[in-house]
């Protein structure tokens, strides 16, 4: 799941409500903080959270025993999404909004 050679892309919903460098920063911590580090189902979970007016992007495992907030360089923002997906077909991958996810 999740392998950084699959085709990557970000729905309607997402491109509309964040920026680019935040939709780029999802996909390096899912590489760099989660890819080998812990088992990954096909549809992973975040909160985008408001931490001192900075943004802080948590991702809890399915099994409720692991956590990791990373804190991004950017200012955060009321008007992102609370949450946000990644979900892996085993072809391609997609950020996208709960919303969005019957069409995933």
Known sequence: MFDRDSNRF???GIISQLPGEIIDSIWLIIDQNLQGVMPLTNLLRFELLNQDGKL??????EDGKTQLAVDLPFAYDPAYPNEIMAYDDGDNQTILLPT????A
């Not at 802080?56 to 495992?61: G, N």
């Not at 969005?100 to 069409?103: T, Y």
């Open 100 to 103: 969005e996810g019957h069409q």
């Open 56 to 61: 802080t992007v948590r991702f809890d495992a």
């Open 10 to 12: 970000a729905t309607f």
